[in-house]
């Protein structure tokens, strides 16, 4: 027996227990109180279960693109031509001078590749963790390093989740709006522009966020974003608001 089930059993039973008309408003009373109490712990429940489900939701996001980095490096050491072994120098020849520092720009951030997947891996690290203030930080701080980044498309796409967990819509709005528009390519654009149709249909701007669901299906069919969306375009219509 669930424990709603023994709630309900005890009320009957406190109802059965009650003698004669008299007592009806107290009855009344004592009813509408324990629904109250079972309305409220019904809802808290369904509320911790869905944190749950959204810490899991993330955690299985930040393992999806923990593997995405995983095979994009894997495809770019195939992609790169082994090093020719060095021909020692001769004995009174000079030591030769560092390499130029072709990694460094002239600021002084060092954009080697090891470089930059290593701020994007503590930026996404924190957002992983939920820290979400320190993930807006450092996302936002390795787009002014690395603008030009192969990572800043994810990059953009993880700060705009980040401020849509905080609920500042427009700055995620922003952020996602920099991967559909200036990374049209990218393996986030999809989720991107599904983003954008959500944070149109928070802050209610029905048909704004029509366009952009229906864009998602027309542009990336058979996707899970495509599915998505029209999940979302099914409710508005169920809602009345298209």
Do not use: C
């Not at 939920?130 to 690395?146: C, V």
Request: net charge neutral; aromatic share 8%; charged share 25%.
């Amino acid at each position: 027996m669930t424990v709603l089930e023994r709630l309900f059993l005890l009320a009957a039973l406190a109802l059965a227990a009650v003698p004669g008309p008299a007592a009806d408003r107290d009855l009344e009373a004592r009813v509408q109180a324990l629904e109250r109490r079972l309305s409220s712990q019904v809802l808290m429940e369904m509320l911790q279960r869905l944190d749950q489900l959204q810490r899991e939701v993330q955690a299985l996001r930040g393992q999806v693109e923990t593997l995405q980095y995983q095979v994009d490096r894997l495809r770019q050491a195939q992609n790169v031509p082994a090093a020719p072994s060095p021909v020692p120098a001769p004995p009174e020849a000079a030591s030769p001078e560092p390499a130029p520092a072709a990694a460094v720009q002239g600021g002084g951030t060092d954009t080697s590749a090891e470089a930059v997947r290593q701020a994007y891996r503590q930026a996404f690290d924190q957002l992983q963790a939920g820290h979400y203030d320190d993930a807006i930080d450092a996302f936002s701080e390795f787009l002014q390093r690395y603008p030009e980044a192969p990572l800043a498309a994810n990059a953009y796409y993880w700060l705009g989740e980040a401020y849509y967990v905080k609920r500042d819509f427009p700055a995620a709005r922003e952020a996602f709006r920099q991967v559909v528009e200036r990374f049209p390519t990218s393996p986030k654009a999809a989720d991107a522009l599904l983003k954008l149709g959500y944070v149109a249909f928070e802050q209610g701007r029905w048909q704004d966020a029509r366009r952009r669901l229906q864009a998602v299906v027309e542009r990336f069919p058979g996707t899970r974003a495509a599915q998505l969306a029209a999940d979302r375009l099914e409710r508005m219509r169920r809602e009345g608001r298209i």
